[in-house]
């Protein structure tokens, strides 16, 4: 292949281009071009990788790239991208470093003036959000939850007061436990959407209060099947309800302050009301 490769790569380039999470025919144009035209591809798994180029009749040779060895290929990478090599940089299924590969790769590029590229396209969380009805205006996405039950409870205590919508990736094996985790937390009313299978034929998005999501999912063992994405919606404070910054705040003065004085700091530094402060403060500081 010559040096520039047809003209649709960049010599001494890191491509990141995203694949498809389901359905084949969300690969863009341009994705099809990078991959076919690049030196090399850097792939999460290259058996799976190779059916995909298969598929479109692509012959770019891949190397394997991935969690277990992407601190030690860096570096190998970087030689081959800074001596003119193309690289694109894919992973399984969406876009490469979001819960993916790379993060290591890309770093080290930047460090090293490697040109990277960014190539748009398939992405699990975004395809999520935009069909679950949750607000997107302000998001959070936390990645794949934590496989212990203490893990995932303290994840989803720290979050509770989050007013983005949160969203989670989670595998079919621990779907129940998770949820039951974040009805301990967050309680049965919490709006919550399971996206799972997107862009498959047995794609499904359902919304509902957490506490009928959870027998929703009981009522049919399919439900809990394929790759999932759950979205929370974020808290929402009461009117006069106290955050759990605010009682924080309020328990660290009351220890070297009168409850009456801080209480009235607390309310000055949080825009809340003194009154309320106190009266929580009488019934569980005292």
Same mark, same amino acid.
């Given at each position: ?8 790569? /960049? ?14 025919? /969300? ?17 999460? /798994?290259?058996? @799976? ?5 298969? @598929? ?11 969690? @277990?060895?992407?601190?030690? $290929? ?39 003036? &490697? ?7 398939? #992405? ?25 039950? =203490?893990?995932?409870?303290? #994840? ?63 009522? /049919? ?10 979205? &929370? ?26 409850? =009456? ?11 809340? $009301?003194?009154?309320?402060?106190? =009266? ?7």
């Amino acid at each position: 292949m010559s040096e520039s490769n047809s003209g649709m790569v /960049d010599v001494a380039t890191l491509y990141i281009v995203p694949t498809p999470i389901g359905n084949l025919a /969300d690969i863009t144009q341009r994705a099809l071009d990078v991959l076919a035209n690049v030196d090399l591809i850097a792939a999460e /798994d290259t058996r @799976h990788t190779s059916r995909l180029l298969s @598929h479109f009749s692509i012959s770019t040779r891949t190397f394997a790239f991935h969690d @277990h060895n992407e601190q030690q $290929k860096a570096d190998f990478l970087i030689e081959k991208l800074q001596a003119g090599t193309s690289i694109a940089l894919v992973s399984d299924a969406g876009t490469p470093l979001i819960s993916d590969p790379g993060y290591h790769l890309v770093n080290r590029c930047r460090h090293a003036g &490697v040109k990277v590229v960014p190539l748009p396209g398939p #992405c699990a969380v975004i395809t999520a959000l935009s069909g679950s009805g949750l607000p997107s205006d302000r998001f959070s996405f936390e990645g794949f939850l934590p496989p212990k039950s =203490k893990g995932r409870r303290d #994840c989803f205590q720290a979050l509770a007061d989050d007013a983005r919508t949160l969203i989670f990736y989670e595998s079919p094996h621990r779907i129940n436990e998770s949820l039951s985790d974040m009805l301990a937390v967050l309680g049965p009313d919490r709006q919550v959407v399971l996206a799972r299978e997107l862009t498959k034929t047995y794609e499904t998005i359902h919304s509902a209060p957490l506490g009928e999501l959870i027998d929703w999912i009981a009522e /049919d063992s399919n439900r809990v099947r394929g790759e999932m994405v759950i979205l &929370v919606a974020g808290h929402r404070a009461q009117k006069d309800e106290l955050s759990v910054e605010v009682l924080r705040t309020l328990a660290l003065l009351v220890k070297e302050l009168p409850l =009456k004085k801080a209480a009235a700091l607390t309310a000055e530094i949080h825009g809340v $009301k003194k009154n309320a402060l106190y =009266k929580w403060g009488l019934e569980n500081l005292e």
